[in-house]
């Protein structure tokens, strides 16, 4: 996509409109590196049009910028509402925000758009943005004024409504210290053709908005409450060039291609049967292969690492989550309570009362347990205790979304108790493991963010909030990575740094989060005995390196589009014979790989050559190994790799070694022929 443009700094003077301002600098109208709106030193964004009081300096904002992306997307939004009030008369509106990549509107309309519907409203869009409307911000003088004229707009009242209300950050379309509209102007006459409660900013006319496209419709419910009317959503894009949108639609067809939940069907991973529920996925015995050798290797690198094993039900009675805090703070996220272990005698009273039981949301608050079982000393720290906890949380049926937001899942979930002096050097430790392992998956491209206190929705002192904070502040600042903030995004008890990981295409998903609680081991009364004998308060370090296997499982699918890793692919080899009278010398060298622990087969069926071959590359299986008269009698085989490429008449012995390395290696990269080497073999494709 196009790189961004550097702004420049600029002073508005006092009764002059910003774009006037800016005309004397002879910066760019047109084209990628447009100016669309201007920045105060406040961060706050204006229109072009936007009249300072006193002198201001501002900063420019290009349209390819992610503020000028922004507000391309927002006006985006509005002409969408204003083509879908022309085309569909009576319709009412919610709100258009910018979201990452788009926009979106929410409409009450009597019918859901059809994707016919789609193609005539992005046809009617082209023909808002060509005209050039100019978009005009008015000030309402006060809230019955925007009733009167808004009267047939019910959801557009409630926001009036609610404009000065204790907290009103969730009102989009209203902001800042005024009520505002933005009207759509005949660029010529100046006649007001369409308008929406908005609080702005928006790009000076349509023309700002160079590429745009509806891609999807969806149901959708007022500020997302189910209990609210349903509405229709429409999707689109926006960019600040045709460009820069083809650019985004081919990564976007990329990842539909590389969707996990059809790779998981095609490549028979993984399901979610309906007979089991919403967010529950069961793993095919081509999946579980994968997700034991992603298991198994980290069990390998955490006893390595001095990390303890442990085990901890799936249910717990609900005093556990009281004392933890759970029930109080993350109540919503958690399926509701059994209630169980309930006495009566033979006249039916009751002489044990029922006790409400839980599926686990967290692994820590047992291993506190665990911790607290016995007296410990400052010699066993730290102690660092894993474990692959399977939890279970309920999120809504509109956020469940295939492995990578599930309702039951498996956690790799690690604590370490240690001592306050041992803190800094155990988060650094945690950091290097964290990005270590996640290198040796394939995952190197990555940033750090920080999610700091949300004041009304945490426990413990500023103090111990500021030094948890603080040690992990220092110890991403020494690990040389970009740290991103997330202000307020912390869990109730701990700070936390997550490593932020992107992918093949670009994409950033949070894998490990690293947190310091020094919150848990005072509700739990956790101690140990110091070298000078008193007892002291452990720090514990919460990490979940994956985040949790299945969610891993979908990204690293996604990473790779299916084709995994030889080391990791649950066929690591198949042999295919030109001929049936040829399978037997492939089954000779497919044994002597299955010594080595190698995961291979020969295909006996009555298929082709050419459609095995096509069906086994379809499977993205890594090595294919085939045989016909010449390879028998030379006592070789010829690979063939998933690009197409073949290396011909390799040695048995050769071969079998080629991939046991390879496999055993653990190399990330798909084979070719140029990465295997043709060594003393001939080279060609096919």
Known sequence: MTRSTVSTTFVVPAGIAAGAAMRELDLPNKGPEAVVVVKTADGT????????????????????????????????AHVLAQAVQDGFPGTKLGIGPPIKDGFYYDFDVAEPFTPEDLKSLEKKMKQIIKAGQKFSRRVYESKDEARAELAGEPYK????????????????????????????????????????????????????????????????YWRGDQDNADLQRVYGTAWES??????????????????????????????????????LPVFHPNGGIIRKELEDYSRLRHAEAGYQFVYTPHATKGELFEKSGHLDWYSDGMYPPMQLD?????????????????????????????????????????????????????EKSGVVHGLTRARGFTQDDAHIYCTREQ?????????????????????????????????????????????????????????????????????FYAPKISVQVKDALGRSWQMSTIQVDLMLPDRFDLEYTGSDGQKH???????????????????????????????????????????????????????????????AEVDHSDDRMQKKIRNHTTQKVPFMLLAGETDREAGAVSF?????????????????QRIVDWVHARRNESPTAELLGPAEATVGTA
Request: aromatic share 8%; glycine share 8%.
């Open 640 to 656: 063939r790799f998933r690009d197409g490429t073949q290396v011909n008449q390799v040695p048995v012995d050769d071969a079998v």
């Open 157 to 220: 009242l409630e926001l009036i409504d609610d404009k000065g209300a204790a907290d009103d950050s969730e009102v989009m379309e209203v902001g800042g210290a005024e009520l505002t509209a933005y009207d759509n102007l005949n660029p010529r006459t100046g006649e007001r053709i369409w308008g929406d409660l908005c609080r702005g900013p928006h790009v000076p006319t349509t023309k700002y908005i160079p590429a745009v496209k509806l891609t999807r419709s969806s149901a959708a």
């Open 537 to 599: 308060r452990p720090v514990m370090l919460h990490r979940a390196l994956f985040g949790s296997m299945e969610r891993f499982f979908g990204v690293l699918t996604e990473h790779y589009g299916g084709a995994f890793p030889a080391w990791l692919s649950p066929v690591q080899v198949v042999g295919i014979p030109v001929a049936e009278q040829f399978g037997d010398h492939l089954e000779a060298v497919i044994g002597a790989l299955k010594k080595h622990g190698i995961r």
């Open 45 to 76: 964004l204006r229109d072009l049009s936007w009249v300072p009081e006193t002198d201001t300096e501002v900063e420019s904002v290009a349209a390819n910028t992610e503020d000028g992306r922004s507000v391309i997307r927002h006006s985006a």
């Open 242 to 279: 045709p460009e820069a949108m083809d650019t985004y639609l081919e990564l976007l067809a990329e990842a539909e291609k590389r969707d996990h939940r059809k790779l998981g069907a095609e490549l028979d991973l993984f399901s979610f049967p309906d007979e089991i529920g919403s967010g």
């Open 423 to 491: 803190m800094a050097g155990e988060i650094r430790n945690l950091l290097q493991f964290v990005v270590d392992l996640l290198r040796d998956y394939g995952l190197d491209d990555f940033y750090l963010e920080l999610s700091t206190r949300n004041p009304e929705k945490s426990i413990g002192s500023d103090e111990a909030w500021d030094e948890a904070t603080g040690a992990l502040r220092e110890a991403a600042g020494s690990f040389g990575v970009e740290l991103v903030a997330d202000p307020g995004g912390a869990a």
């Open 342 to 394: 309930e006495e009566r005698n033979a006249e039916g009273q009751v002489t044990r009362q029922a006790v409400d039981y839980y599926l686990k949301p967290m692994n820590c608050p047992m291993h506190n347990l665990i911790f607290d079982s016995r007296g410990r000393s400052y010699r066993e720290l730290p102690l660092r205790l894993f474990e692959f906890g399977t939890v279970y949380r309920y």
